[in-house]
């Protein structure tokens, strides 16, 4: 062996590097746009794939031992022998390379639910990607050897992050003109914004307030879930239009203080909280946290409706009071004191009692009709959003029998087979998966069929994930329900889950790998007079 073979395995390891690094970036950018580009979701979700299928978990550990040999093996076996020993490192930094190109097994380079989109700031993203791996993979060349850029591509997803990370505050300053485009055009508009924030229930909410808004106001709601800082300006600067008194925006956050920055960007004058829960514990931590970032949407609004079902709102509900705030409470328990009552008819009678609503503070409760499948938490703090804006009292009666739907949460549908299909794939929380089971168990026994879930479980749940969804598991066998748990994410808890509370004429759980694989097997099981509830669904970038 000469030199010139130690050059040669340096540049046979360039180019497999170079080929190996298309589909990994791919993966990662992919992933990283799924996210909404925030900085730390990749190596997150690189992990769940490591930690969740056993393929994925075995070629980062062979992967890794390839690239601990390259460094190694040489020096042992031929330490006297430069050419030798690059030939040996070229060979097991190629094997790491071509494992690093498949890995997570199964991970779609371009997707299938949703492709990879080649937009301006993911092109932008791509040219610091490649500068820090190139870079990264040069400084490891020099000093490790051929195995250099093949640990470099080992830790592709955490470069990634680093990517993100550098390139936040520059597309957030090169973004900011539309931002500022989109308070001028509030403040030409005149505009009051509603601004409406919780863990979960926000576009349900927005579209029962928007309803009934629009029976006094032009009303102007954010469209799906354009929720945070770029969407709501989006909103803002495509739909408001001379004439536009309201604006009903649903605020999200990612990472804590994204709340009040939107409420500075876009100052509400009436704010409202739906719900406070175990959303978000997976980057938040605690529901302390949670209620802290949520809590600081009441900040700059004059005006605030609160739900005081929950202890920790009611205390809000107090402070606000006492900051000179005007406060509208909600509630939905007939002993509760509120300025808006909203009662479903009791569990003795759901059928033959109507739902009641009281709007101000001694004002005698009314019947009323409430349509579709709305949560009554979520229907009351839309009653009082109303009331608080100065819609007629006779009107937000009116109106509350008109609700509208929003798509993919609690839709309910017929299959050509003649079952009924419950499509809350929007879903993701554990009160309202468990509330929708409920729906469906209540469906599936009055038409004498089965009942049939297809679900990968939540996510975003943090500590609680695993535990939520080994709850909503046991209540699917508690039910009698055919479970079909889709993917791995959650795929062990849900089966535990279901196997701690199912009976032996339970029809079992099965494990699939694609829902359209556990649709199809869904529809044929339930028959002509079953029940299919579709509840949640993960993106391809899970596992």
């Not at 000093?143 to 470069?159: C, D, E, K, R, Y």
């Not at 107090?318 to 005007?326: E, I, M, N, P, Y």
């Amino acid at each position: 062996m000469t030199p010139s073979d130690a050059w040669l395995g340096y540049a046979i390891v360039a180019l497999v590097s170079d080929l190996a690094a298309i589909p990994i970036a791919a993966r990662w950018l992919r992933v990283a746009q799924r996210e909404h580009y925030v900085p730390g979701s990749v190596w997150q979700m690189a992990r769940l794939w490591v930690q969740r299928q056993t393929a994925s978990l075995v070629v980062f550990i062979a992967a890794a031992a390839s690239i601990v040999a390259a460094i190694v093996v040489p020096a042992a076996l031929v330490g006297d022998d430069p050419g030798a020993m690059a030939v040996i490192a070229t060979s097991f930094s190629v094997l790491a390379l071509v494992l690093l190109a498949v890995f997570p097994v199964s991970l779609p380079a371009r997707g299938r639910s949703k492709k990879l989109a080649f937009t301006g700031r993911l092109k932008r993203l791509l040219v610091v990607w490649i500068a820090l791996h190139v870079g990264v993979g040069l400084a490891a060349l020099l000093l490790i050897g051929p195995a250099g850029p093949a640990l470099t591509l080992l830790f592709s997803a955490l470069l990634t992050d680093l990517g993100l990370a550098i390139m936040a505050p520059i597309e957030k300053a090169a973004s900011q003109r539309f931002v500022t485009q989109a308070q001028q055009r509030l403040k030409q508009t005149g505009a009051r914004v509603v601004a409406i924030t919780g863990s979960y229930g926000k576009t349900s909410t927005k579209n029962y307030v928007a309803h009934l808004l629009s029976a006094a106001f032009a009303t102007v709601a954010s469209p799906a879930s354009f929720n945070n800082r770029l969407g709501l300006s989006r909103a803002v600067n495509d739909k408001l239009v001379p004439g536009t008194e309201m604006f009903v925006a649903e605020m999200g956050m990612a990472a804590p203080g994204q709340i009040a920055e939107l409420c500075r960007q876009f100052p509400p004058s009436i704010a409202a909280i739906t719900v406070v829960g175990e959303g978000h514990l997976q980057r938040m931590r605690t529901t302390d946290a949670i209620l802290r970032e949520k809590s600081s949407i009441t900040d700059l609004a004059p005006v605030v409706v609160l739900p005081i079902d929950d202890p920790r709102l009611a205390e809000l509900a107090d402070r606000c009071r006492a900051a000179g705030k005007t406060v509208i409470t909600t509630t939905c328990r007939v002993e509760t004191d509120a300025d808006v009552a909203l009662v479903p008819p009791s569990d003795a009678a759901p059928d033959a009692e109507p739902w009641s609503i009281r709007l101000g503070t001694g004002a005698e409760p009314v019947p009323v009709s409430i349509s579709g499948t709305g949560h009554a938490v979520n229907v009351a703090v839309a009653a009082g959003i109303a009331l608080a804006a100065g819609v007629p009292v006779a009107a937000i009666a009116a109106r509350l029998g008109d609700l509208p739907g929003s798509q993919h949460r609690a839709e309910v549908q017929q299959a050509p087979t003649g079952a009924l299909v419950i499509d809350d794939t929007y879903n993701a929380n554990p009160v309202g998966s468990l509330r929708a089971l409920e729906g469906a168990a209540s469906l599936a026994a009055e038409r004498s069929g089965p009942l049939v879930v297809v679900t990968p479980g939540m996510v975003e749940l943090g500590p609680v994930q695993v535990e939520r969804n080994r709850a909503f598991g046991a209540a699917i066998g508690a039910a009698n329900g055919l479970l079909f748990a889709v993917a791995r994410t959650n795929r062990a808890a849900l089966l535990a889950g279901y196997a701690s509370t199912a009976t032996s004429e339970a029809p079992g759980a099965i494990a699939v790998d694609r829902r359209e694989a556990a649709v199809a097997r869904a529809v044929e099981a339930a028959g002509d007079r079953g029940v299919i509830l579709y509840e949640n669904d993960l993106p391809d970038h899970y596992p």
